[in-house]
C-alpha cells in the first residue's frame, strides 16, 4: 500500500533526526574530553583574565565601535545624498568612494591609516582617531547604500507634500526625508554595527598598549602567555554580549518594520 505525502515527510524527518543524534554520539565517544576540558575550559586561566577582559579589552572594543560607527554613519549619509544629487561629479566622487572601499579590505586600510599615512605626511594620529578613521572609511561605503535605498523607499508624495507647503529641498530633506528613511535602514545598519564590532579585532596592527587593547589582542596574548585556548573562548563569549544583543534588536526591529507596513 502506497504511504502518503505526509507519512513520507515523516519518514524522511525521523531519518534525518537518527543520522544527526548518530553523528552526534560518534562525535561524543571520539571526544578526548579531558584534552578539550584543559584547552579550552581551564578554571585557573578564565578567573585570570578579569577583572581586565571587562575593564579594559570590553570596554575598548565597544569604544572602538562607536567611533567608527558615528564617523561612519555621518560620512554615509553624506555620500547617500550625492549619490542622489542631481551634480554629475558629486554622483561620480560618491560612486569611485563606494566603489573603492567596498572593494579594498579594512585590514589595508588599518595599515594604510596606522602606517602609510603617518611616513607619507609626517603626522602622528592619535590612536583612536586612526581607529576612528579606519572603521569609519569603510563602513561609510557600505552604510551609504545602505541609507539610499532608504532613501529612495520613502514614497516620493512625502517630498512633493513638503515642497507644496512652502519648504526648500534641502529643509524637506532634514526634515521629512530622512527621518523616515533612518527609520527604514534601522535593521541593517545595526547589522553594520554588529560587523564593525568585529572589524575592530583589525586594531592589534597598530601596536597598542596595555590599556588599548581589545578583545581579540587580549585574547592573543593571554593565549601566548598561558597555552591555552580557554582566552580565546572567553573574548569570543565578550564578543557575544555585544553582537547577541544587537542581532535580537534587528530581528525585532524588522518585526516592527514588517508590522507597520
Not at 45 to 74: E, M, R, S
Not at 126 to 154: D, P, W
Request: net charge positive; aromatic share 8%; hydrophobic share 55%.
Amino acid at each position: 500500500m502506497p504511504i502518503s505525502r505526509k507519512q513520507r515527510a515523516r519518514v524522511v524527518r525521523a531519518l534525518q533526526y537518527t543520522v544527526l543524534a548518530a553523528a552526534l554520539l560518534a562525535l561524543a565517544l571520539s571526544a578526548d574530553w579531558g584534552e578539550i576540558r584543559r584547552a579550552f575550559f581551564d578554571v585557573g586561566v578564565a578567573k585570570a583574565q578579569f577583572p581586565d577582559i571587562i575593564g579594559t579589552a570590553l570596554v575598548n572594543t565597544v569604544i572602538y565601535t562607536l567611533l567608527g560607527f558615528g564617523f561612519g554613519l555621518v560620512l554615509g549619509l553624506l555620500l547617500a545624498l550625492m549619490r542622489l544629487s542631481t551634480v554629475p561629479p558629486y554622483r561620480w566622487l560618491a560612486v569611485a568612494y563606494i566603489e573603492f572601499f567596498r572593494g579594498v579590505p579594512a585590514l589595508l586600510v588599518f595599515i594604510a591609516l596606522g602606517f602609510g599615512v603617518p611616513l607619507a605626511f609626517q603626522v602622528a594620529l592619535n590612536q583612536y582617531v586612526t581607529v576612528m578613521l579606519a572603521l569609519g572609511l569603510v563602513g561609510a561605503a557600505y552604510m551609504a547604500e545602505t541609507i539610499r535605498a532608504g532613501i529612495q523607499a520613502v514614497p516620493k508624495g512625502q517630498l512633493e507634500a513638503a515642497r507644496s507647503l512652502g519648504m526648500s529641498q534641502s529643509r524637506a530633506m532634514v526634515s521629512i526625508i530622512i527621518p523616515q528613511a533612518l527609520r527604514i535602514v534601522l535593521p541593517p545598519l545595526t547589522n553594520e554595527l554588529i560587523l564593525l564590532t568585529k572589524d575592530s579585532s583589525l586594531v592589534y596592527l597598530l601596536g597598542l598598549s596595555l590599556d588599548q587593547y581589545e578583545l581579540a589582542k587580549f585574547g592573543r596574548d593571554a593565549l601566548n602567555q598561558n597555552r591555552s585556548l580557554t582566552p580565546i573562548l572567553i573574548a569570543g563569549l565578550c564578543y557575544l554580549v555585544i553582537t547577541l544583543p544587537l542581532g535580537h534588536l534587528v530581528r525585532r526591529l524588522e518585526a516592527r518594520t514588517a508590522r507597520a507596513r
